[in-house]
């Protein structure tokens, strides 16, 4: 199974990527310097290759603000460090693509060969990179699902059944999966529209806020009340109009259905762990728990004061700044109004007794996110059928680690061997040309030149 090791444990930024501009060098450039401290071979720290892959904050942003962010980027990079890049290297990416690295990393960690994509054994038992899977070794098969809720935009992703089976690259196992990806639905977004309706309409108390903590939204201080019941039923609201403004179902379709196990990543692990933090004892059996013991915990939870909140709590769960405590409590509510059923047709479509969720931030010692998967994208023996933009060096499928380069740089590495020999090479074809065609006094017909060569 080929594998792929991470170096150390996530360099996060102050800021998210999207709100950088024209402080870059300030806000990246230290991360960057932070992880490239995790290569211990100087040689290799210095020329590692480095990718800038946003998401949906970036995907919210106007064309023109992308280009002049990614712009930015590159600029630091380049008169900053001697990280490779190219074509790829800095970009946007879709929800889909998003949901598919999600999915990639949390089957790996699971154990599923995902990297047995484009491998068949041959009769000694050795691996052929870019051949068929047969039928009889399909680990696909036990693959899991997989849900990740960031701060932007929600995605949930599964294997159909028997899908996969003959994928031969990268893309071809992206086509296989499916996914769907809902801008917008991400925990950030999300609160950020419910303050602002609630301050529209006048509003002074916020439900999905914990009792005391005030804020000021528009000229309008909420004040927070914490009934969670009413918060997850005022999101539901407020999902059912995203829905129709966007023309878009959050329910799994039936083909998710077969799934037995879905990892839930990123915002839903961040949350569940925190109520086992604030409220000990409370989700006894994490990493598995039903959305009706979330609700139970969730109700719990947004009845604590803000003040012992911050007295208790602050601090002691890492995943949670000082400044994300006051959202724990939406954190709950929203859990429940995404993943959950309804009678209007809003959520995923999880029963509360439904156990097939587990909430995971690490297995097997690594972090489950997708960034992972994309990383796995790169670097696998069959990406280079993922985006025909990049190559391998070198892909053997035994190896532990395969050498990327992307086109435009390999073709840039090229042209500085080919073009001065190309120029060296015309200015002496010319000059053989003329010399050939001055014989004076003669109407006689120059040489081509392919005569000359």
Request: charge should be neutral; charged fraction near 25%; glycine fraction near 8%.
């Given at each position: ?100 690295f999600a999915w990639l990393a949390a089957n ?41 809720v960031g701060g932007g935009s929600v995605q ?288 006689a017909k120059s040489p081509s030149l392919l005569?000359?060569?």
């Amino acid at each position: 199974m080929f594998r792929v090791r991470t170096l150390g444990t996530k360099v996060k930024t102050k800021l998210p990527l999207a709100d950088m501009g024209g402080r870059v060098k300030e806000e990246l450039l230290p991360a960057l310097r932070e992880a490239q401290a995790y290569i211990a071979d100087a040689r290799d720290r210095d020329s590692a290759a480095v990718y800038v892959w946003a998401t949906a904050g970036f995907r919210v942003l106007t064309p023109v603000k992308q280009q002049a962010l990614w712009d930015e980027v590159r600029a630091v990079v380049s008169a900053e460090t001697t990280l490779r890049h190219g074509h790829g290297h800095f970009k946007t990416i879709d929800g889909e693509d998003e949901g598919f690295f999600a999915w990639l990393a949390a089957n790996y960690l699971s154990d599923v060969d995902v990297t047995a994509v484009g491998r068949a054994r041959d009769s000694a038992g050795f691996s052929k990179p870019f051949s068929r899977i047969s039928d009889s070794d399909h680990p696909l098969a036990s693959s899991v699902g997989a849900i990740d809720v960031g701060g932007g935009s929600v995605q949930y992703v599964a294997l159909p059944a028997h899908g996969g089976a003959n994928a031969k690259s990268m893309r071809e196992l992206r086509d296989a999966v499916k996914v769907q990806s809902f801008l917008g639905f991400g925990a950030n977004h999300m609160e950020t529209r419910w303050r602002s309706d609630l301050a529209s309409r006048g509003e002074k108390s916020n439900p999905c806020a914990f009792p005391g903590y005030a804020v000021k939204v528009d000229g309008v201080e909420l004040v927070g009340t914490g009934a969670y019941d009413e918060c997850v039923t005022g999101l539901r609201r407020q999902i059912a109009s995203m829905q129709r403004e966007q023309g878009v179902d959050l329910v799994m379709p039936d083909h998710f259905r077969h799934v037995d196990k879905f990892l839930g990543m990123s915002l839903l692990y961040h949350i569940t762990n925190f109520i086992t933090v604030a409220l000990p004892g409370s989700l006894s059996q994490m990493p598995k728990a039903t959305l009706g013991e979330i609700a139970k915990a969730g109700e719990r939870l947004c009845a604590v004061e803000w003040t012992k909140l911050l007295t208790d709590v602050d601090g002691k769960d890492p995943n949670t700044p000082t400044d994300r405590l006051n959202g724990r409590c939406f954190d709950a509510a929203l859990t429940q109004a995404l993943l959950g059923s309804s009678d209007d047709g809003v959520g995923f479509g999880f029963s509360q007794k439904d156990g097939r969720v587990r909430f995971v931030e690490r297995v097997a010692g690594a972090e489950v996110e997708w960034t992972l998967g994309a990383a796995m994208s790169v670097v696998h023996p069959a990406a280079s059928q993922l985006n025909p933009k990049w190559i391998k060096t070198r892909a053997p499928s035994e190896c532990s680690r395969v050498l990327h380069d992307s086109f435009v740089d390999s073709l840039y590495g090229w042209s500085t061997l080919i073009m001065p020999a190309a120029i060296v090479a015309t200015a002496y074809l010319l000059r053989k040309s003329i010399q050939a065609a001055r014989p004076a006094g003669t109407m006689a017909k120059s040489p081509s030149l392919l005569d000359i060569i």
